[in-house]
């Protein structure tokens, strides 16, 4: 099967778990409501895309590049952002679900995050230099070996990280938040 080159093409409300989306190339394309659950993913470019109000649970994204992307309002559960294409990966989050996501050894520095949910996401050995987290919550989320270095979590909760074992440098916590920081030590602190 040949690779297509689709450019400024808006989708809506398709069903990509029975139609899958053809491999190839997507620039600057718009999805709107549309589903890719489970959907194989595999060896698509998106870049400079939009997906609003998507559910894309559980799709491959083996190989899978997103370039310049905005998620916004997407059920995104479960995906594996390490299998993607780490060339050029880039991408901003506003109001997602992301509950048991991976993103493990995934480099995403400087992205933005809001408003968006990691209910035991995987952050293991990810680098998030620079990154902000505004308003997300972290409940069960692990971080192990992750650069947060310069990374804005003030406005943020339920994140239980390990400054012993994460590289935190000038990372900003609020001081509602700070808990987070001191969970492993089961200190009780009153306001």
């Known amino acids: 099967m040949e690779t297509i080159f689709?450019?400024?093409?808006?989708?809506?409300?398709?069903?990509?778990t029975l139609n899958p989306l053809r491999k190839g190339e997507y620039e600057n394309c718009t999805f709107?409501?549309?589903?890719?659950?489970?959907?194989?993913?595999?060896?698509?470019?998106?870049s400079e895309c939009t997906f609003v109000c998507c559910n894309l649970s559980l799709a491959k994204l083996?190989?899978?590049?997103?370039?310049?992307?905005?998620?916004k309002e997407c059920k995104m559960l479960g995906l594996r952002f390490e299998?993607?294409?780490?060339?050029?990966?880039s991408f901003s989050i506003d109001?997602?679900?992301?509950?048991?996501?991976s993103f493990y050894q995934t480099k995403l520095k400087k992205t933005t995050f809001k408003n968006s949910q990691f209910h035991e996401a995987d952050f293991?050995?990810?680098?998030?230099?620079?990154?902000i987290f505004d308003n997300c919550d972290f409940s069960r989320a692990i971080f192990e070996n992750t650069i947060i270095e310069t990374t804005d979590f003030r406005t943020s909760f339920n994140y239980s990280i390990n400054p012993e074992t994460n590289r935190i440098k000038k990372a900003k916590f609020s001081l509602s938040?700070?808990?987070?920081?001191?969970?492993?030590y089961d200190i009780d602190i009153e306001k």
Do not use: M, P, W
């Not at 299998?83 to 990966?89: A, D, E, K, V, Y």
């Not at 109001?95 to 996501?101: F, G, K, P, S, V």
């Open 32 to 46: 709107i409501a549309c589903d890719f659950s489970n959907s194989d993913l595999t060896d698509i470019i998106f």
């Open 6 to 16: 689709i450019e400024d093409k808006i989708y809506d409300k398709s069903d990509f």
């Open 124 to 131: 293991v050995e990810c680098d998030l230099t620079g990154s």
């Open 95 to 101: 109001d997602c679900n992301l509950t048991h996501a």
């Open 83 to 89: 299998n993607c294409s780490q060339f050029g990966l």
């Open 62 to 71: 083996t190989k899978t590049a997103f370039r310049e992307i905005k998620f």
């Open 177 to 184: 938040g700070i808990l987070g920081l001191l969970y492993k």
